[in-house]
């Protein structure tokens, strides 16, 4: 998360994040909105559900930094 941090605008998105690529890449069998949700110790899954509708950052840079 440190190499794209500065590809989102508000702190917010970037710590949610963080959360969802974690969760992506733990133990956790089905990984569904709910499943990252609990996983990020959220009470419910808007803050995943914002990150990735409505959310301002730069998805393409995150990509090209990933792949650097």
Known sequence: MTRVAD???R???RRT???FVEGLLSGV???TYWSL???AVH???QAMQRLLHTAVWDADGVRDDMRS
């Open 11 to 13: 702190a917010e998105p």
């Open 7 to 9: 590809r989102f605008v």
């Open 43 to 45: 009470d419910d899954p």
């Open 17 to 19: 994040a963080g959360q």
């Open 37 to 39: 949700t609990e996983r």
């Open 29 to 31: 069998e089905r990984k």
